[in-house]
């Protein structure tokens, strides 16, 4: 932000940096780089980030790229993420991928509807000295489920824990993991694999979404699995607070109707 309050452009920057007689550095144009991209101005960080070898002395660093691929993300310019990107990986700019370039990567390639090609990048970071985090998983494992394939979702959730990190091995999966393959899995019908998650969700104290838990216990129901759909029930009331245990009564008498109904079909 400029001493004014409004954002920081390129110019404003500049000024700044003069009035204040300082240069500044790598870092410095980053966050600047970053300033832009949030607040939508993509071309102007483009020509921030071309100018700092010619007019601020110094080259981009990985994470200047990165600000960039997060900007043509954001507006969809697949064009020109896939032409900066190149110039990081074919070696024109002489820079390794890190982390964050490859979630930005995987999520590229799930907006295109590639969710398989990004789960392969996840082998070929730790297999390039990059250990893939919980954000490149949840990225894959969401793209997986917005493209209908659960079931290699689901797969990709199990091998967390086996996944080598440089202090050990395995990568947690957290509260929003959990609700992307809950949401899928009844959406898909598979409720028994959803009301697994569903138990692991609550023993970690993590209360699932109304709607989803609601679908479940009603695809449950009509499975004939009447008594585990009353226990997840009863899970959820207990772990409710507030208005949401009258809630969860309700669904509760409504799974009863709807059992009593199956039962005569």
Known sequence: MSKSGQPLDHKAFRDLSAELSITPGVVSHNVLLKCMVATGDVAGARQAFDGMPDKAGMQPDIVSCNEMLKGYLKTGD??????????VT??????????????LRMSALCAKGRSFEAEELLDA???????????????????????????????????????????????SPNFETYIMLIEALVENNAFVPALELCKECL?????PPFQAVKGLIQGLVKSRKVKHAKELGM????AA????????????????Q???AEMKA
């Open 241 to 256: 607070k507030g208005d949401a245990k009258e809630e969860w009564e309700k669904v509760e008498a409504d799974a009863f």
């Open 235 to 238: 899970a959820m009331k207990k």
């Open 78 to 87: 697949h064009a020109a993420f896939d032409l900066l990107l190149k110039e």
């Open 125 to 171: 970071m730790g297999a390039n000295g990059v250990p893939p985090n919980r954000e490149c998983f949840n990225t894959v494992i969401g793209g997986l489920c917005k493209e209908g394939e659960v079931g290699a979702a689901v797969a990709l959730f199990n091998r967390m824990p086996e996944v080598p990190r440089l202090n050990g091995k395995g990568v």
């Open 203 to 207: 023993a970690n104290k993590w209360a």
């Open 90 to 103: 074919g070696g024109k700019r002489r820079l390794k991928p890190n982390v964050t370039t490859y979630k």
């Open 258 to 260: 709807l059992a009593l």
